[in-house]
């Protein structure tokens, strides 16, 4: 069975031709395999066929796949919403982080990264379609929170990260194009010492091609990769 590295190669082929369409370099675009729900030997499998950073949702079933899977070099993201009893586990295990929707929970992963890893790559979720089932922050209230992450030593701010409604792909477009403009905006406003924000995390098994056209530089795929999830 080779079905995930069929998968894995599908995938990569998709980003290729919707980065050659937007005139993008698709080394540029990261490949980030969504792995919730999915066991420390499926992961492998994925692995094995070259896949090195991996999404996770929850935090206990992270931790117990990374103990498992200590002896690979894996770079684990991790993409579910955050409670704050959560952040020094997260601190403590994870390289990304992409649901920041608070300060208070910046404030924590700050002061709670251990004093031997690097700070750790953050991206702001961002309620791009204002709804109310959703976390992420509103569009008028993302440059405060840039302001207060940038004055956080053990946090990396990397960019934005979003789930757009779903919807026709007109409306999908539309959301994609306004992260693409508010992450332009705020690096145009940044002042000098901070470092310009470089990625956009946006695009799902259903939408990716969608976000790739609109500037997406790391699309968070799992159902295409491994299947349909229970
Ligand atoms: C589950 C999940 C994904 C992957 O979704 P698929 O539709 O299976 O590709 C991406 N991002 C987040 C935040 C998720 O929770």
Known sequence: ???????????????????????????????????KKQSAQTITKAYNAGQRSFGENYVQEAIDKKNALQ???????????IQSNKTKVIAENFSWVHSIDREK?????????????????????VNIDREATKSGVFLEDV?????????????????LMA??????????HESFR?????LDDINEKAVNTNQPLDTLSMGMSADLTIALAEGSTLVRVGTQIFGKRD
């Open 143 to 159: 440059s405060a929170l840039v302001a207060c992450i940038h004055k956080m030593p053990r946090l990396s701010l990397r960019g």
């Open 1 to 35: 069975m080779h079905k995930i590295e069929d998968n894995l190669t599908q995938v990569k082929r998709v980003i290729q031709q919707a980065a050659e369409r937007a005139s993008r370099n698709p080394n540029e675009i990261t490949l980030l395999a969504v792995s």
């Open 163 to 172: 789930i757009p409604e779903p919807g026709d792909e007109a409306s999908q």
């Open 105 to 125: 929970i910046a404030q924590r992963l700050n002061d709670q990264r251990p004093v031997n890893l690097p700070p750790i790559n953050v991206c702001i979720q």
């Open 71 to 81: 002896h690979l070099d894996i770079c684990w993201h991790f993409i579910g919403p």
């Open 178 to 182: 306004k992260m693409k403009n508010l």
